[in-house]
């Protein structure tokens, strides 16, 4: 990841050869920088989702937790939140085929939020199985993902495909990939 590969696809144009890590940079910036990418992904994907999500009357109950009266309902901003911020963004990202393969994924993502200071100061197992178990989940989840065919993954956004290619022309395994996409995933 940190070794210039000169002969890869991704470096044909290039002034200088990047990195794995650098491409990964520009790839962000591609999809999210400023231009037409990132207006129709805003746009048509995550603008979309926000809104039906916040049209409670259309949420069947899922996170209305109570009705004072007949015009108003108490929700839980904290079940809002995350689904809007969250799982809403991972569907975008990936396309319906991780959450379908892997429903648990958000709840693992909490945890690994709660915990992964543990990973970062290399807390002994012993006292971060919950970091490793949420860990463990979320790799697992992201390279099964990528071990399903790309026929199965239809709505992936320009981010993840580009990402996917690039890691397989690095060759790297189906498991190093998950690592590198949980990085991202959790930035």
């Known amino acids: 990841m940190f070794e210039p590969h000169p002969k890869a696809r991704y470096n044909i144009g290039q002034r200088r050869p ?3 890590t650098q491409m990964t940079i520009e790839l962000h910036q591609h999809q999210l ?3 037409e990418r990132a207006d129709k992904f805003v746009k048509e994907r995550m603008l979309p989702s926000i809104f039906k999500k916040l049209n409670l009357k259309d949420q069947a109950d899922t996170f209305i937790l109570s009705h004072p009266s007949k015009d108003s309902a108490v ?3 904290r079940d809002l939140c995350l689904d809007i911020f969250i799982t809403e963004p991972t569907e975008a990202y990936f396309g319906p085929a991780l959450l379908k393969q892997s429903p648990n994924l ?3 993502f909490m945890q690994w939020e709660f915990c992964s200071w543990k990973f970062f100061y290399k ?5 971060s199985q ?5 860990k463990n989940y979320l790799t697992g989840a992201f390279a099964d993902y990528y071990r399903q065919p790309q026929s199965q993954r239809v709505g992936a ?3 993840i495909e580009k990402l996917e290619e690039l890691l397989v022309e690095i060759e790297l395994t189906k498991d190093e990939m998950a690592l590198v996409t949980l990085l991202h995933y959790m930035a």
Do not use: H, Q, R
């Open 123 to 127: 807390i002994p197992p012993v006292f």
């Open 75 to 77: 929700v839980s901003l």
């Open 106 to 108: 958000v709840k693992a």
């Open 33 to 35: 920088g400023t231009g």
């Open 130 to 134: 919950d970091m490793a178990e949420a």
């Open 157 to 159: 956004n320009y981010y």
């Open 18 to 20: 990047l990195t794995p």
